[in-house]
């Protein structure tokens, strides 16, 4: 996404709209007719929004702490949304410094990705039923986003049926145990045995 890793931080706003449509003009460009798309927090956010308005170009998804409004964060986190000061010396701040482009422009990133979370109201729950893709939601169990809010969203792709036995599962939800929305990111040991199953596992017919 704009203005994270190695991707330039360009001199406009940023939204999610723009940035779904930017990973999907790149999937388009690199000539591939599919991926499974897999992102982390504010990158699980764009995750199902490529779900939503990009069908065909997503065989699988998977949703690392992430959700489709602002109200599946704790009341504390939308009251005290991270600043320069507050981000100062976390891993954040060195990843920044140590891949972006233009490693002085953290400020000025950082101002917008408050700007674009404050902005988002998110999107209705219609278009989240309308997502096709089998879908793999993860989160700590100390998480920014709040269990219950998981669990809904997992409902609404589908997960609200009883379906026991030897019924293979379309979408899945994942808690990963003592683990926080700044740990889960370095689980690989949690996360891996997890995603790698799901996205290997055959699609669905």
């Known amino acids: 996404m704009e203005g994270h890793g190695r991707t330039a931080?360009?001199?406009?706003?940023?939204?999610?709209?723009?940035?779904?449509?930017d990973v999907a003009a790149a999937v388009k460009k690199l000539g591939f007719d599919q991926v499974d798309v897999m992102g982390y927090s504010l990158g699980g956010v764009?995750?199902?929004r490529m779900g939503v308005k990009y069908?065909?170009?997503?065989?699988?998804?998977?949703?690392?702490?992430?959700?489709?409004?602002?109200a599946g964060?704790?009341?504390?986190?939308?009251?005290?949304?991270?600043?320069?000061?507050?981000?100062a010396g976390t891993p954040m701040e060195r990843e920044y410094a140590q891949h972006a482009l233009n490693p002085s422009r953290w400020p000025i990133f950082v101002g917008k990705m408050d700007q674009a979370l404050k902005n988002f109201k998110g999107w209705p729950e219609s278009e989240l039923r309308s997502i096709k893709a089998p879908t793999l939601l993860v989160f700590g169990d100390n998480d920014a986003v709040q269990p219950e809010y998981e669990v809904q969203l997992f409902r609404m792709l589908g997960g609200d049926k009883a379906m026991g036995g030897f019924t293979?599962?379309?979408?899945q939800i994942a808690v990963l145990p003592n683990t926080t929305h700044f740990s889960i990111f370095v689980r690989a040991d949690l996360l891996m045995p997890i995603v790698n199953p799901f996205l290997d596992a055959p699609m669905p017919k």
């Open 9 to 21: 931080d360009l001199d406009r706003p940023l939204s999610w709209e723009q940035m779904t449509d």
């Open 46 to 48: 764009m995750a199902l």
């Open 168 to 171: 293979p599962l379309v979408n």
């Open 55 to 70: 069908p065909s170009l997503v065989r699988k998804l998977v949703v690392v702490s992430g959700l489709y409004s602002p």
């Open 73 to 87: 964060y704790y009341p504390a986190i939308n009251a005290n949304w991270p600043t320069v000061q507050t981000l």
